[in-house]
């Protein structure tokens, strides 16, 4: 891939983070002081300077978002095939300026797809129901972890949740081996950013997606299952429960669903031969 660009720190445009006078009321007195609170500002992603979606996310691992949108989007095949990634600042936010290959572009246009997404969705402006539920080819079975694993993943990715212990406010993600190693983490305000970021991150870094699994601290949605089951992650483990499409897309895609990951506990919706 090609060079990236730092210039939205060097402007001193934003942080992850920022500090928020407030009152503090309780039942006699009022206080004042100053808060931490996450960040959320307009990411849109231009492509071949033709802009393509506008997400509402945390500026932070702004290339590994890239990569992972562009990736799990199927916009691209490979991370090379993501020539260069620019980050700009924008009159009210962030501009991801993507260059791509010119098929993958052309590609890319004929689905004449341009829309906004709130922080919670990942599904505005898909055009068709066959868009939305495109589910890729069945992952294989190569993957064993067992319980232990499991439940050691859950517990380390809330230790690892840097910006949340701070202001209470994102979603994080986690990549961790077959052992509940957390190798990778990201945090975003939208669950969907934050695991994008973590596929990109691991695409980046050449981490085969056979060799672990995927846990997510929000509800597991049909977008997230969809997501790993495109990049080929055989297991992902979330603190919520998973809805009913959710458990059919991980059906369907071979995908392993688990839900409710908490302490020493969960539920497993679908594949439970990779749990032993």
């Not at 190693?181 to 596929?199: C, Q, S, T, Y």
């Amino acid at each position: 891939m090609g060079t990236t660009s730092h210039a939205l720190f060097a402007l001193g445009y934003t942080e992850p983070t920022s500090q928020t006078p407030m009152f503090q009321f309780s039942e006699r007195d009022t206080g004042t002081g100053f808060v931490t609170v996450a960040e959320e500002v307009p990411i849109a992603l231009v492509y071949n300077g033709r802009p393509h979606v506008v997400l509402m996310g945390t500026p932070a691992d702004l290339e590994d978002l890239a990569v992972g949108f562009s990736l799990t989007e199927e916009i691209v095949a490979t991370p090379d095939d993501v020539e260069r990634i620019d980050i700009v600042k924008a009159s009210h936010g962030i501009e991801l300026q993507i260059q791509i290959g010119a098929e993958d572009a052309e590609r890319l246009e004929m689905r004449t797809r341009s829309l906004v997404a709130r922080t919670s969705c990942g599904l505005c402006g898909i055009e068709t129901i066959k868009d939305v539920l495109r589910v890729p080819e069945k992952v294989a079975h190569t993957l064993d972890i067992s319980r232990s694993a499991m439940y050691l993943a859950g517990h380390e990715l809330s230790k690892r949740q840097t910006l949340n212990n701070q202001t209470s406010t994102v979603h994080a993600a986690g990549w961790s081996n077959a052992f509940g190693e957390i190798l990778i983490v990201r945090e975003d305000v939208g669950r969907h950013n934050a695991l994008d970021k973590v596929l990109g991150a691991m695409a980046r870094s050449g981490v085969a997606s056979n060799a672990g699994f995927i846990v997510v601290t929000s509800r597991a949605s049909y977008e997230m299952v969809q997501k790993v089951a495109i990049r080929g992650v055989e297991l992902i483990a979330a603190i919520s429960r998973p809805t009913g499409l959710a458990i059919r897309f991980a059906l369907d895609a071979g995908v392993t669903l688990v839900g409710l990951l908490r302490g020493t506990s969960a539920n497993v919706y679908t594949g439970p031969q990779r749990i032993t």
